[in-house]
């Protein structure tokens, strides 16, 4: 065993954490409510995290929000009403049960209604992919398609409008917003050809309020830190986003509680979730 380089590589590791953890317990012995970030003292930051190769496309808050937990469950549907609205007025599907749910096909068309109220549709009609489609175009047809299909939700709002060359397809993703925050858990994702519509996913859940006290949060340049410290290459990593909101795992439960989070986006697509709270990552 090459004993040099792994006491290096060992104490690379502690520097890294004693960043992090510094950064961290700095920012949380302010009360969030009380502290900001003065301009130079978060050009000082930046400039920090740019010689540790974290660029910086996105402008990061000088502070976090004190939050509460948020308690969400599933939303039932009336699934005869989703029937109608997806394969049509007296269409005649084939139905079929499935585990959780049912199944519906018709002329190329699939409907999946699950019992906790997720919507799923497949067209699978084939589609030219040599048409070009403008991503204004795309954004339009999937709001005419979310209209004639039981509405958009009042509180939704576009979180992502993602472009496929293989496909010449746009998946455009709407989120739910809650007292100014997203709810990531809480979504619609469409995915737009020429043709119009060929995949629908919807998990909409309710949202049955704060629980507990707020609470300080971490800040977003500790959240930065933590996604850095978990990137296992050494290539510079670009953040282009920044934003607090809410985010947990979907459980088979009525009702549960979502953590709040940091969602810190890359340059490469990736998204991290970080708990606001004890700043570890979200799975």
Same mark, same amino acid.
């Given at each position: 065993? !090459?004993?040099?380089? @792994?006491?290096?590589?060992? +104490?690379?590791?502690?520097?890294? /954490?004693?960043?992090?953890?510094?950064?961290?317990?700095?920012?949380?012995?302010?009360?969030?409510?009380?502290?900001?970030?003065?301009?130079? &003292?978060?050009?000082?930051?930046?400039?920090?995290? &740019?010689?540790?190769? +974290?660029?910086? *496309?996105?402008?990061?808050?000088?502070?976090?929000?004190?939050? @509460?937990?948020?308690?969400?469950?599933?939303?039932?549907?009336?699934?005869?009403?989703?029937?109608?609205?997806?394969?049509?007025?007296?269409?005649?599907? %084939?139905?079929?049960? #499935?585990?959780?749910? %049912?199944?519906?096909?018709?002329?190329?068309?699939?409907?999946?209604?699950? !019992?906790?109220?997720?919507?799923?549709?497949?067209? %699978?009609?084939?589609?030219?992919?040599?048409?070009?489609?403008?991503?204004?175009?795309?954004?339009?047809?999937? /709001? *005419?398609?979310?209209?004639?299909?039981?509405?958009?939700?009042?509180?939704?709002?576009?979180?992502?409008?993602?472009?496929?060359?293989?496909?010449?397809?746009?998946?455009? *993703?709407?989120?739910?917003?809650?007292?100014?925050?997203?709810?990531?858990? =809480?979504?619609?994702?469409?995915?737009?050809?020429?043709?119009?519509?060929?995949?629908?996913?919807? =998990?909409? /859940?309710? #949202?049955?309020?704060? %629980?507990?006290?707020?609470?300080?949060?971490? =800040?977003?340049?500790?959240?930065?830190?933590?996604? @850095?410290?978990?990137?296992?290459?050494?290539?510079? +990593?670009? +953040?282009?986003?920044?934003?607090?909101?809410?985010?947990?795992?979907?459980? !088979?439960?009525?009702?549960? &509680?979502?953590?709040?989070?940091?969602?810190?986006? /890359?340059?490469?697509?990736?998204?991290?979730?970080?708990?606001?709270?004890?700043?570890?990552? *979200?799975?």
């Amino acid at each position: 065993m !090459d004993w040099r380089k @792994a006491v290096i590589i060992l +104490i690379f590791s502690f520097l890294a /954490l004693n960043i992090i953890l510094a950064v961290d317990l700095w920012f949380r012995g302010k009360a969030g409510e009380e502290f900001v970030l003065t301009p130079e &003292q978060q050009r000082k930051i930046e400039a920090q995290l &740019q010689g540790k190769g +974290i660029q910086l *496309e996105a402008e990061i808050p000088a502070e976090g929000i004190p939050q @509460a937990f948020l308690e969400l469950g599933y939303a039932k549907v009336d699934a005869q009403k989703v029937l109608e609205n997806f394969m049509g007025k007296g269409s005649n599907p %084939r139905m079929e049960q #499935i585990q959780g749910g %049912r199944s519906y096909t018709e002329d190329g068309k699939q409907l999946i209604i699950m !019992d906790n109220g997720i919507i799923t549709f497949f067209n %699978r009609q084939t589609d030219d992919v040599s048409k070009n489609m403008s991503r204004d175009e795309a954004e339009s047809k999937a /709001l *005419e398609f979310l209209k004639s299909h039981g509405g958009l939700p009042k509180d939704a709002v576009i979180n992502s409008i993602t472009y496929d060359e293989k496909t010449a397809s746009y998946l455009i *993703e709407y989120v739910r917003m809650f007292d100014g925050f997203f709810v990531a858990n =809480s979504y619609i994702d469409i995915l737009v050809s020429n043709s119009g519509v060929k995949n629908y996913y919807q =998990s909409w /859940l309710n #949202i049955y309020g704060y %629980r507990g006290k707020k609470k300080a949060v971490i =800040s977003p340049f500790a959240a930065i830190l933590r996604v @850095a410290s978990d990137k296992k290459n050494s290539e510079p +990593i670009t +953040i282009t986003g920044v934003e607090q909101g809410y985010y947990s795992k979907f459980y !088979d439960a009525e009702r549960w &509680q979502a953590a709040p989070v940091w969602k810190i986006k /890359l340059k490469s697509g990736d998204v991290y979730y970080v708990n606001a709270y004890t700043g570890e990552l *979200e799975q």
